[in-house]
């Protein structure tokens, strides 16, 4: 008997699939039309200090200290000024781009705050993950950290540079969560015993949830419903605008409708390519 490869019918990320449910019109620009958007203090932020806390765990132990991570802090800056020039223009002048680095360093500050770096071992770090579900649909995305205890339990970890969310916008936060958990079940046959979010932005806060099969049983149906919601706009070329409070923040006002733009043509390009990206977006860091 041989076996064979899934038909994969698209691909899903936390954050795409989080794009869809925010505003089906903002899936459709980033996805199909790939319309380009100028780089956010906050996003590129969020890169640089994932970047040094990635790097921090390099380091052996004893010598993973608040002055350690930030030191690292400015040549993961530079590093990523080399691989995107354009960076350097969201900055009115040098005072600018010295507050936004003091708030990062702030942010790895209250890092340690939160976890004590040297008492941990992470298995993996910026894991690339992802599985094809029964109906064809690969889920896949980036782990900020893997944490196995000696017994094999799982903790899924993620960085996030922004505020603490309100109760009533946890389930939202715990959805990219429980995702990974999700394709880490999927990948691995063992459902994780912890799912935690650092927040460094505000006071700093983590949010932990253990899951159980059920939960990512409905997360499993929940991610199918979204992408049968997406193949009907691909269909009926019908990909709604949702106004929120995150409109302030969209680059595409001027081709929204709900800002009295019209949006250019669809053009002929299908979601979900299955090629493995290296690098992950910047509009994941946040």
């Known amino acids: 008997m041989t076996l064979t490869e899934p038909v994969i019918i698209g691909a899903l990320s936390p954050s795409r699939a989080g794009d869809f449910m925010t505003c089906p019109l903002l899936y459709r620009f980033r996805v199909i039309d790939q319309l380009?958007?100028?780089?956010?203090?906050a996003a590129v932020r969020g890169t640089v200090v994932h970047a040094v806390l990635e790097r921090l765990y390099d380091l052996p132990a004893p010598r993973r200290s608040v002055q350690a991570a930030l030191e690292l802090l400015e040549p993961q800056w530079r590093r990523l000024l080399d691989e995107e020039p354009q960076y350097a223009e969201m900055f009115a002048d040098e005072a600018e781009q010295a507050e936004w680095l003091a708030q990062a360093r702030g942010?790895?500050?209250?890092?340690?705050?939160?976890?004590d770096p040297t008492r941990l071992e992470p298995a993996e770090r910026e894991l690339y993950v992802e599985a094809v579900l029964d109906?064809?649909?690969?889920?896949r995305g980036y782990v900020d950290r893997l944490d196995v205890a000696p017994t094999g339990e799982i903790r899924v970890v993620d960085y996030k540079t922004g505020s603490a969310p309100g109760p009533e916008f946890e389930a939202k936060a715990l959805f990219q969560m429980k995702f990974y958990a999700l394709v880490l079940w999927r990948l691995r046959g063992q459902v994780p015993r912890l799912l935690q979010l650092v927040y460094l932005g505000?006071?700093?806060?983590v949010l932990r949830y253990a899951p159980d099969e059920a939960d990512l049983?409905?997360?499993e149906r929940k991610v199918t419903a979204l992408w049968?919601?997406?193949e009907r706009a691909l269909?009926?070329?019908e990909w709604r605008a949702r106004r929120s409070r995150l409109c302030d923040w969209c680059d595409h006002q001027a081709l929204c409708p709900e800002f009295g733009g019209t949006p250019p043509p669809?053009?002929?390009r299908q979601p979900g390519d299955t090629v493995r990206s290296t690098r992950r977006s910047a509009t994941d860091e946040l």
């Not at 380009?36 to 203090?41: A, L, T």
């Not at 505000?202 to 806060?205: A, I, L, R, S």
């Open 235 to 237: 269909e009926t070329g």
């Open 217 to 219: 049983l409905a997360t």
């Open 135 to 139: 109906g064809g649909l690969m889920l």
């Open 228 to 230: 049968a919601a997406i």
């Open 36 to 41: 380009p958007e100028k780089p956010s203090q």
């Open 266 to 268: 669809v053009p002929d």
């Open 107 to 115: 942010m790895l500050e209250r890092y340690f705050t939160l976890e």
């Open 202 to 205: 505000g006071q700093g806060e």
